[in-house]
């Protein structure tokens, strides 16, 4: 298998300059991923098939579904591509390269993690900051159009939320140089995560069910179907941000009651 795969990959640097393969390649990824994956969720939806495993009752229309992957297709284009062309010279200054061996897969295994919780870290307060009143009217909004997600929604935001969200998913890797491989792994492993807790379906198989302080489908679904004054669970993949802050929350009211309490007491 390792000989199959590196096989196929020297085939890619021998044809395609790492230009090519950094920014065209990743885009073509992307694309592929992301609506093989989202995509399946529309026609469920549509056909009623699964429903016993939907989080809410209320579907989209179809029009709705259509009009969310045309805007996606111009913000893809117009957007997420011109941002790949931007950052491959940083990627590149950083020490990203696309030769051959790979490397071990502790490094990449490592390296993903961090950028798992790096993105999480940086999600977490920038969508907090998205949910304040001004941003929320004239940026995140477009993104809670649809409180009853499904997978492409994912990705269904304001161009000014777009630019935010690729800088907390490349932010990791733009640090760290890593191979191209390790990218394309990390890109699809968060396109994959983000599609599911979008989906708007929670599965006996899915991931929340087995990781633990991993969020899912069912725990961003509330986050969509709440008033944005009231929202929570703001975090990407993990749920332990939302939980520190609540604990934080929590112990700072304990104390202001327990001070008010102590000032009549006194």
């Known amino acids: ?22 920014c065209l390649g990743s885009f073509f990824l992307h694309e592929s991923i992301f ?20 989080i809410q009752m209320k579907n989209n229309t179809p029009a709705s579904q259509e009009k969310c992957i045309i805007r996606l297709l111009l913000y893809h284009f117009g957007v997420n591509l011109p941002v790949m062309l931007a950052s491959y010279p940083v990627f590149r200054h950083m020490g990203m390269q696309s030769s051959l061996p790979f490397p ?6 490592t390296q993903i993690t961090f950028y798992f919780i790096l993105e999480d870290f940086i ?25 009853t997600p499904f997978g492409l929604t994912s990705e269904y935001a304001h161009p000014a939320e777009i ?35 979008h989906c708007g379906y929670h599965f006996p198989w899915s991931l929340s069910n087995f990781l633990p302080l991993y969020g899912g489908a069912d725990f961003h679904d509330y986050h969509h179907r709440l008033l944005y004054t009231k929202s929570g669970n703001y975090s990407s993949t993990f749920t332990y941000m939302d939980w520190v802050h609540l604990l934080f929350h929590n112990c700072q009211t304990s104390n202001f009651i327990l001070s008010i309490a102590w000032e009549i007491v006194a």
């Open 123 to 147: 999600f977490y307060w920038g969508h907090r900051i998205l949910h304040t009143k001004w941003l929320y009217k004239h940026v995140h909004s477009v993104h809670h159009e649809y409180a």
């Open 1 to 22: 298998m390792a000989s199959l795969i590196e096989s196929c990959w020297l085939y890619l640097i021998t044809h395609f300059s790492d230009f090519q393969l950094a």
């Open 35 to 54: 609506f093989l994956s989202g995509i399946p969720f529309i026609y469920l939806e549509r056909a009623g098939w699964l429903k016993k495993y939907k």
């Open 163 to 197: 630019l935010f969200l690729g800088f907390a998913t490349i932010i990791g890797p733009a640090i760290t140089g890593p191979h191209l491989l390790t990218l394309w792994l990390w890109m699809v492993l968060r396109v994959l995560e983000t599609v599911e807790a």
């Open 104 to 109: 071990s897969w502790n490094v990449i295994l």
